[in-house]
C-alpha cells in the first residue's frame, strides 16, 4: 500500500514542485472514496496538480470551466432524439470520468452546482427520471478562488459536506519557486504533461484493491473516542455558530485511516486525526460573526478545539 501510494506521489511531484499537503489529500480522499474542495489564488497550481493525478491513476479525466451561463445539463448529460430509431437516447456529460474537475465551481448559479449533488453523494445521476451510474473509481475535484468574490455563488453549507476535505492552496516558499523557474528553462510545459515525464502506474483495478486495503485498518476505540471528542468540543465552542456533524466525524475517521494506509500502517493514531482535522472540518463549521470580526477564522477556532482536547495515549 505504502509503496503504490509512494509510486502515485513520486509520478505527480514530476509535474508539481512543493504542495505536500495537496497531493497526499488527493490521493487520500480518492482511497477514503471521497472529494476535494481546492481553494488558492491563481497560478498555485491546482488545476495542474488534479491533471497530474489523473494521469499517475490512469483514470479519464473530465474539466468542467463553471461560468454564470453553465445549465445542469451541461454536467449531467441530456436526452437525444434517435429519428432512426423514434426514441430518445441518452448523451452523457463530462461528469461520467473518473475524475472531474469542477473549476471554479463557484462561479456558477445554486441550480448548477445542486446538479453535483447527487452525483457526489450517490455516485449515480438522474436524467429525465432515469437513473444512470457513475464509473469506478469516481470523484469530484472542485477549486475556487478566495478572491475575487464578484459575481460568484458561494457554496451552500449542504454542498460543502459532500466534501471530504478543503485544502488551502498557497504559494510555494523561495527554494520551490527558483525550481519551478529552472524547470520551465529546462522545457517543462504545464499545458503538456509529457514534457514532465510522467506517466501512469496504477490503474481501476489496483485502486479498488487499494481501497479494500483501507477498509482493513483499524481506528481503535480510543481513536474512535478522540474523535467523538473533537466534534462535541466544537459543537459546545462559544466562537462557531455550527459545530462538526455526524457525518464529519465519519469524514474524520474514514481519512485518517486513508491516511494510515498510504504511510504503510493497519493502525490509526491520533497523530493522524490531528492532521486531517482542518482540512476536513474546516469548511463543515461555520465562525459566528462576532468572533470573525476579532479576527477568528475556522482554523483557528479548530486549533483550539484541539488544544483542549486531551490526546489518547
Not at 505536500?20 to 497560478?43: F, N, R, S, Y
Not at 445521476?125 to 460568484?152: K, W
Not at 459536506?161 to 528553462?185: H, N, S, T
Not at 496504477?202 to 477498509?215: F, H, K, P, S, Y
Request: net charge negative; aromatic share 6%; proline share 7%.
Amino acid at each position: 500500500m505504502a509503496a503504490a501510494a509512494e509510486r502515485i506521489l513520486r509520478e505527480m511531484r514530476k509535474a508539481i514542485v512543493g504542495q505536500d499537503e495537496l497531493l497526499e489529500m488527493l490521493l487520500v480522499a480518492l482511497l477514503a472514496g471521497g472529494h476535494v474542495l481546492l481553494e488558492g489564488v491563481p497560478g498555485t497550481a491546482k488545476t495542474l496538480a488534479v491533471r497530474a493525478f489523473a494521469r499517475a491513476c490512469n483514470v479519464s479525466f473530465a474539466r468542467i470551466q463553471f461560468t454564470p451561463d453553465l445549465m445542469p445539463s451541461d454536467i449531467l448529460g441530456t436526452s437525444v432524439f434517435d429519428t432512426p430509431a423514434s426514441s430518445f437516447t441518452f448523451k452523457p456529460g463530462p461528469i461520467f470520468a473518473g475524475l472531474v474537475l469542477a473549476d471554479e465551481v463557484n462561479r456558477t448559479p445554486p441550480k448548477t452546482q445542486a446538479a453535483l449533488l447527487e452525483a457526489m453523494e450517490e455516485r449515480q445521476v438522474t436524467v429525465d427520471g432515469v437513473s444512470h451510474r457513475l464509473p469506478e473509481p469516481f470523484m469530484v475535484c472542485a477549486t475556487q478562488n478566495p478572491i475575487e468574490y464578484e459575481g460568484t455563488y458561494p457554496l451552500p453549507e449542504a454542498q460543502l459536506d459532500r466534501f471530504l476535505a478543503k485544502v488551502l492552496v498557497g504559494y510555494p516558499d523561495a527554494e520551490q519557486e527558483a525550481e519551478i523557474l529552472a524547470r520551465w528553462q529546462a522545457g517543462f510545459r504545464a499545458t503538456d504533461l509529457d514534457t514532465a515525464g510522467g506517466r501512469p502506474v496504477v490503474d481501476g483495478t489496483e485502486i479498488a484493491r487499494l481501497r479494500a486495503q483501507v477498509e482493513r485498518v483499524e481506528a481503535g476505540p480510543q481513536v474512535r473516542q478522540y474523535i467523538v471528542a473533537i466534534a462535541r468540543a466544537g459543537r459546545g465552542s462559544r466562537r462557531l455558530l455550527l459545530g462538526p456533524s455526524p457525518r464529519a466525524a465519519i469524514a474524520l475517521m474514514l481519512a485518517a485511516r486513508a491516511l494510515a494506509a498510504v504511510r504503510g500502517r493497519g493502525f490509526v493514531t491520533p497523530d493522524d486525526v490531528k492532521e486531517l482535522a482542518r482540512p476536513v472540518l474546516r469548511h463543515r463549521i461555520l465562525v459566528r460573526p462576532e468572533s470573525e470580526i476579532e479576527g477568528f477564522t475556522a482554523d483557528s477556532v479548530l486549533e483550539s478545539v484541539l488544544d483542549s482536547v486531551e490526546v489518547p495515549r
